[in-house]
């Protein structure tokens, strides 16, 4: 097993990012997030120069649910991964609505990522916060739980979300003896090769909540189990779910069914568990290379063309010349 990241390299990988795309400010950061930029363009031989003007979901759909950010954006073109979803959006909204193949498998199978022939033991994703979600659960029990797995899932490590890494919650896993790592900052480039230079020395991954590395790990050949003492959220501002405490298994029918499929431990990676993930992730049904082109750039031009645009482009200026200015007037008071 690799050694943990040191406090400085965890502080240090979620604070920097690497941006390819620099030209104007991302206008759909959906798109953007978690390096999915930069797999898409190679996707869809689109270049890094030219702003990515679709509206993605942020990961594999858990909950099947359209949620309102993406109804109100005014991207041309929506993708979610899950062909179930398209299917929903399409009841609810007459724009342009795509299969996306994921952006983390293309990544994984362009590289020839692979588990490592080595691995060992098991990589644990808590459930994460973000700025407006806390976890009033109490970590200690879940991390004992942890120490419980028996030995053929041992040593058990973390890997963490950069807002909990902001937030200083990797400090009590490090004091327990569990190793920590973490992909760093969302906005990076570099995030899905950081999480599959991670998750390929482990045999095993685990998680007390169905999330996006469910999806990963298992399209990837690790198998993935549900296990320990769940998470105790309570969202505070995210409008896109219920305010105040919220339990996704009681409230949406398609997250009981992947937290079903996942709920026992196991050792190895069903048909049945296969066949759904593969689904999720639109390997099954996502368009073609040269279909992803195509969207890409209709979905360009029709944004430039649109009133939208010209006032985005606008904002960003403004943006920009506004950081400017406080550069200017900040090293202006070193040379009077």
């Avoid at 943990?4 to 941006?19: N, R």
């Amino acid at each position: 097993m690799i050694p943990s990241m040191t406090d400085g390299e965890l502080k240090q990988y979620c604070e920097s990012a690497k941006v390819s795309f620099k030209l104007i400010s991302p206008p759909y950061w959906t798109a953007e997030i978690y390096g999915f930029g930069k797999w898409i363009r190679k996707y869809g031989y689109y270049p890094s120069f030219l702003p990515l003007c679709i509206f993605t979901d942020h990961g594999p759909a858990q909950t099947g649910v359209i949620s309102p950010h993406e109804l109100e954006s005014d991207a041309p073109t929506q993708f979610y991964h899950s062909p179930n979803c398209v299917n929903t959006w399409k009841k609810v909204s007459r724009k342009r609505c795509k299969v996306l193949l994921s952006p983390f498998a293309f990544c994984r199978k362009m590289n020839r990522i692979e588990v490592m022939a080595n691995a060992r033991g098991t990589l644990a994703f808590p459930a994460h916060t973000t700025d407006s979600i806390n976890d009033h659960s109490d970590l200690n029990i879940y991390i004992n739980q942890l120490k419980k797995l028996p030995e053929e899932y041992q040593p058990v490590a973390v890997c963490l979300h950069p807002t909990d890494i902001k937030n200083g919650r990797e400090k009590i896993f490090k004091e327990n003896g569990l190793p920590v790592y973490t992909a760093g900052n969302s906005l990076d480039d570099r995030f899905t090769e950081r999480f599959y230079e991670i998750i390929k020395h482990f045999k095993f991954t685990t998680s007390n909540i169905i999330g996006a590395y469910t999806y990963y790990a298992v399209e990837m050949g690790l198998p993935f189990f549900l296990y320990g003492n769940g998470p105790g959220w309570v969202n505070y501002s995210d409008k896109n779910i219920p305010l105040g405490p919220f339990n996704p298994y009681l409230l949406y029918q398609d997250y009981r069914t992947v937290h079903d499929l996942f709920s026992s431990v196991t050792h190895q990676i069903s048909t049945e568990q296969k066949n759904y993930i593969l689904r999720e992730l639109g390997i099954l049904n996502g368009i073609s290379r040269f279909e992803m082109a195509f969207t890409l750039y209709l979905s360009f031009i029709e944004w430039l063309i649109n009133y939208s645009s010209i006032k985005y482009l606008i904002l960003d200026f403004q943006t920009r010349l506004g950081r400017a200015l406080k550069r200017i007037n900040f090293f202006s008071k070193f040379n009077p």
